[in-house]
């Protein structure tokens, strides 16, 4: 197991209650976590600081999900991107087509984003 406290996490979600629970059960795990509520600042986060990981709902006003994804790809395709939603009219395949390296479906069950947040930042930072 890969000590936690090495990555830093970018959870964006309008929901401010949503953005809220991940923070405190990321933070307990021993990630860093930074929070935005759109695309749009989820954007400004980055390019003020280093990010492992973006976890990220897709609708969102203000720059959506495929916004920040399309973002990011173009900046940094290295980054592992995962979508998070309660309803969108893309689908899980279109997203991972398009970039994202995994998809959960709200509500989130932890133990299952937890384990998915691990393999993904072993996979892409084998430290």
Known sequence: MTP???YR???VDDDEAVLEILEEC???EGYGVATAQSGR????VIAKGHIDLVLSDV????GDGYFLLESIRHEDPAIPFIFMTGFSDRTAEEALRLGANAYFEKPVQLDK???????QLNQAYRR
Do not use: G
């Open 4 to 6: 936690a406290n090495h």
């Open 9 to 11: 996490l970018l959870v």
């Open 26 to 28: 990321f933070e307990d």
């Open 41 to 44: 600042e989820a954007v400004n």
């Open 59 to 62: 609708r969102m006003p203000n």
């Open 113 to 119: 984003l937890l384990e998915t947040i691990e393999e």
